[in-house]
């Protein structure tokens, strides 16, 4: 049995004129446990919709979202979001480590026990040393990797990154998507990931799941299977990597021009 | 520099004109009064008496409203229901609510203590809900996928978040709560610094009055610095920000 199941999900938002806009024509799709799954399409397809509503933060206008068997009708309690703003989701109250402890004490572990694990985590996102930092004295990146450890923290089977990396400069990018690389090898979570960079898809995932303009469908699955660990050089100088990339984007291209 | 002229001014004006002396009387004479009310414990009694009212009223206050403003900030039904009424009693001066009070409860502790209550509620009522309800969606939204039931997301997260606009609040509230029961005392007091103001007053004795009024003036300043210190011991994280900010 898949781990997550999304069926036949749709979600129409009504405007405040009477208008609807239907952001998620229908979708449905199969992640296995362990999955590395990334979710491509043009901007304003319904991406953070789609993630929002598997994340169960909105409700579905039709179909729904199965985890273990379960249907998911509000925030489910093994799968974290980690939002595009990081700058919006950071808790600037908080320290760095006051942060990823927050994931911890949201798994139920009481003030002092999670220290270690905090620490660790923070020292694996690559940030020891900044634990007694403020969000605000740290850069966009560094930020991200903040928020990214507070979801691990939380020791969810599923993680779901909305475009983590979209507000980041073009390097931060490439050493960010490794460490993401990182973390999932060593903890083996469910990822499920949204890009608008294509390639950035293709060197992460082991799936890509194509999303039509609005109102979105999925028009196509590929799957990925360079070998692993990825490399920024190896990988991407293959000359499959390029093919891929290519047929993804004509396809994104021809889906646009349809609409 | 400027405030020791005005008291020299002050001082030899008042001496030079008789006149004066009545309804302005040297500034070394009021200190003079001052040391021998507080010394002889009188006026100390009735300073203790108005801070204690206000403290009562200003953590009751502060409580109520802290709560009240965050349940209808956060819960958009409850704000529906209330908005009239909070916009109907919000641009009301406070203080005509004395008499009122009075009426209900006669004079006493009870009946300035419930005025100032009232009076305080409001700037922390409206600055909490104001806050709440300017979170940004994607905080809370945090605060959710953590699969946190409400109460735990009201507590770490809003909570927290509008803690800024909370303390904004209740500095203006400690202000408005010394008024008011300064305030109470005059009209319908029989103790406490406005009570002894008003009542020196009448009894044309101005330099006692004067020392009054100089003493809940610093009662005032002390509880002003107290509340800057403890907001920057709460609020040692934005600090740093804000400080960022303005360069």
Redo the contacts between chains.
Sequence with gaps: MPLLEVQNLSKTYRQMGGDTTVAIGEISCKIEPGEFVSFVGPSGCGKTTLL?SI?G?IAPSAGQVIIHGKEVSG???N???V?Q?FN??L?????VLGNVR??L??RGHRWRQGEDKARSLIDLVGLKGFEDH?P??LSGGMQQRVAIARALA?EPEVLLMDEPFGSLDALTRLELEDTVLQLWEELRTTILFITHDIEEAVYLSDRILLLSQRPSRIIEELPIDFARPRNQVITRSQPRFMEIRNCIYQRIRNESALS | MLFALLLLMWEFGSRLSPALQSYLPPVSRIFRSLAELVISGQLVSHLMITLSRFLQGYLLAASIAVILGIVLGYFRLAHSLFEAVIEFLRPMPSVAIIPVAVLLLGIGDAMIVAVTVYASVWPVLINTMDGVRHL?R??I??G?????NRR?ILW??VL??A?PYIVTGLRISLSIALILVTTAEMIAGSRGLGFFILDQERSMNSSNMYAGVILVSALGYVLNRLFVLGEGWAMQ??R??LA?ESV
């Design positions: 929002m994340a933060l925030p489910p309690p799968l974290v979001l939002f703003d919006k989701s808790f600037a109250w908080r320290s927050f994931g004490e949201a403020y605000w004295e939380y | 940004e994607t905080l939204d945090t959710r996928t953590f699969a946190l735990k770490l997260v927290p978040a803690a994280w934005r740093g920000m960022q």
